[in-house]
């Protein structure tokens, strides 16, 4: 980018992105400054916590200038908690968002009193360069819009191409904490997240600018590109299965070890096991979508499944986990109830192929149950 200036902030101390997802790298909040020849953009506020430090920033990138415009593209706190701030240190700024933004600030309790909804499509001349506004409802947010700047050649792309951590975080490494946050954030929305990319075809995109996370330039913006082509179509990105356990006593995590240990001799692909108990709950979901089959093992829990099971499954529904073949293992000691269950809930999934024969265990899994185990290894890699 030849004029933009980057004004973000890191928050390195949060723990928990809306206050579930774990953050061992923090976060980032993402702002620009757009200056045109007679008139300067800022692109997105930030989150509250960061407020004093943005502004600061703000004030040095506008090199004397006083702010014509604020942009927000999305109301979600952590993008406009330092709105209120903003604006009352620069109350001639006008808002330009959307027509759902405008119904947000008053919920939010954010005083605008210069604002202007603007439409798909709709372009803004600050002289020399212009902002062009693209709709992006439900990416993660009805009053969600991207914008367009032809002549940087720059997406300025909402929540969409975020990732966790902070700005320099895993720099070499974008995929992975980018493929996360997008199946728990953005994933139910794969539909409005396609529908946007068809209008962004013709555009010449030299740089994604997200609201989270790096710029994306050269190689890793083509990349993001083709995995979010595959994410939003529910596709497969990696040929392997995902054997997801919830044991309580270790026996049903011992059967899907062993059950992990013949999918990989048969020549399942990638194969990743995880404790739904223990292990953070939004890699478990980032795997299911990432890998085209699913390995279920479960405790029965009072006539139920162990909560840690239920809660996985209810994030996939919640998510539009969909177009996947998957296998059920359960455990009961007398009533054995985690594959009725479970069927239940994966019903409320779209096109879920659940394979035969599924297998019950009985406390603990006997060694002339191997063969259950390899014949359910079979049915879920059968082609």
Request: glycine residues 6%.
């Amino acid at each position: 980018m030849k004029n933009i200036k980057y004004v973000g902030c890191d928050d390195a101390e949060l723990d928990l992105f809306e206050s579930q997802y774990a953050l061992p790298d923090g976060m980032c909040y993402n702002s620009y400054v757009v200056p045109g020849e007679k008139q300067v953009a800022v692109m997105d506020a930030v989150d509250a916590r960061c407020a004093h430090e943005w502004l600061n920033k703000v004030e040095e990138a506008m090199d004397g200038r006083t702010p014509d415009y604020l942009v927000c593209q999305h109301m979600e706190p952590d993008h406009s908690g330092a709105m209120a701030l903003f604006l009352a240190k620069y109350p001639q700024a006008q808002v330009l968002c959307s027509k759902q933004a405008v119904v947000m600030m008053q919920q939010f309790g954010i005083e605008a009193r210069n604002v202007q909804i603007v439409a798909e499509g709709q372009r803004i001349d600050l002289g020399g360069v212009t902002l062009q506004f693209i709709a992006a409802p439900m990416i993660h947010w009805p009053e969600v819009m991207m914008t367009y700047c032809a002549e940087e050649q720059v997406l300025f792309s909402a929540d969409a191409f975020g990732k966790f951590g902070v700005y320099h975080a895993d720099e070499d490494d974008w995929a992975c904490e980018a493929r996360r946050y997008y199946f728990n954030i953005v994933g139910k929305y794969g539909v409005q997240v396609t529908n946007v990319l068809k209008k962004l075809a013709d555009k010449d995109i030299q740089t994604i600018a997200p609201l989270h996370g790096p710029m994306l330039e050269g190689g890793k913006k083509d990349e993001a590109l083709r995995l979010y082509s595959i994410w939003s179509a529910y596709g497969v990105e990696t040929e392997g299965v995902l054997v997801a356990y919830a044991s309580i006593h270790g026996n049903t995590a011992k059967a899907a070890e062993q059950l992990a240990e013949i999918l990989k001799a048969k020549g399942a692909g990638k194969v990743a096991i995880t404790d739904l108990s223990r292990d953070d709950m939004a890699e478990a979901i980032e795997d299911a979508f990432r890998m085209n089959r699913l390995a279920l093992c479960c405790a029965t829990y009072d006539g139920d499944i162990f909560p840690a099971m239920h809660m996985f499954l209810h994030k996939l529904r919640l998510k539009g986990y969909q177009n996947r073949r998957v296998a059920l293992v359960e455990n009961g000691s007398w009533a054995p109830q985690a594959v009725r269950v479970m069927k239940e809930m994966l019903a409320g999934c779209k096109n879920i192929e659940i394979v035969e024969p599924t297998v019950t265990i009985r406390g603990s899994l006997k060694p002339e149950q191997t063969a259950e185990l390899e014949a359910l290894a079979d049915a879920l890699l059968a082609k």
